[in-house]
């Protein structure tokens, strides 16, 4: 079955860069979901996109922004990086329900801030 | 807003032994516990999920029990293999972001 795509998968950058990570849920999924992770830590929650909207926002810095395209697709852009950006950076996707949603996360993309 | 708390955060067990990873949680409106397996360099994978309305759930060797009164859920691992060793997270949602616990890492000894 086909499952979320995240791309680069890993990326290097000098502090005050900018960077932009992409995500592609599963197909027919509307919800998105950014999960940022440091090392030996639990994933924290960014950001989430329900049908090109924002849904719910999490402790995402100002720094940092993101959106839902038409195709569902999602980009995290980060700008002025810092070293403590260096992280995983996950991507889940769902299919809007009723209740919770299930989601499924992608591979990450692993960002290192030099 | 939720707290999720997570114990052990490392757990050694033997091939064929049993392991139990505990979660409490803070927000009773929460309603919805996955729990996810994480192996190295990998994304968390979803391995079985609860809902408020149900007490137990079993898939093959795992299971995950939920106590609503006492707000705090469980992953039972039966017959445990080597392969079973990774991070685990338990999660809790009101229905929108998770919020996850602090992971639990599961050796398991041939």
């Known amino acids: 079955a086909a499952g979320v795509i995240q791309s680069p998968r890993h990326l290097i950058k000098e502090k005050r860069e900018t960077a932009t990570l992409k995500c592609y849920p599963i197909?027919?999924?509307?919800?998105v979901y950014w999960y940022q992770q440091g090392p030996g830590q639990d994933p924290q929650f960014l950001i989430s996109f329900y049908e090109k909207m924002q849904s719910d926002k999490g402790s995402i810095p100002d720094r940092f922004s993101a959106q839902q395209f038409s195709d569902y697709h999602s980009e995290l852009n980060m700008s002025s990086l810092e070293l403590g950006d260096s992280a995983l950076y996950f991507c889940?996707?769902?299919?809007?329900?009723?209740?919770?949603?299930?989601?499924?996360f992608g591979p990450g993309t692993r960002l290192t801030v030099l | 807003g939720e707290n999720v708390e997570q114990h052990p955060s490392t757990l050694s067990v033997q091939e064929g032994d049993s392991a139990v990873i505990k979660c409490t949680y803070s927000d009773s409106a929460s309603n919805y516990f996955p729990w996810y397996k994480q192996e190295l360099g990998k994304g968390p994978q979803l391995i079985i999920d609860i809902r408020s309305n149900v007490g137990e759930k079993k898939d093959q060797r795992i299971a995950v029990t939920l106590n609503k009164t006492a707000k705090h859920f469980s992953l039972h691992i039966t017959e445990t293999q080597p392969e079973d060793s990774a991070v685990y997270f338990c999660?809790?949602?009101?229905?929108?972001?998770?919020?996850f616990g602090t992971g639990t890492r599961l050796q398991v000894f041939p």
């Open positions: 999660a809790a949602s009101t229905g929108d972001k998770l919020i």
């Open positions: 889940a996707s769902s299919k809007r329900a009723s209740d919770a949603d299930t989601q499924y």
């Open positions: 197909p027919r999924h509307d919800t």
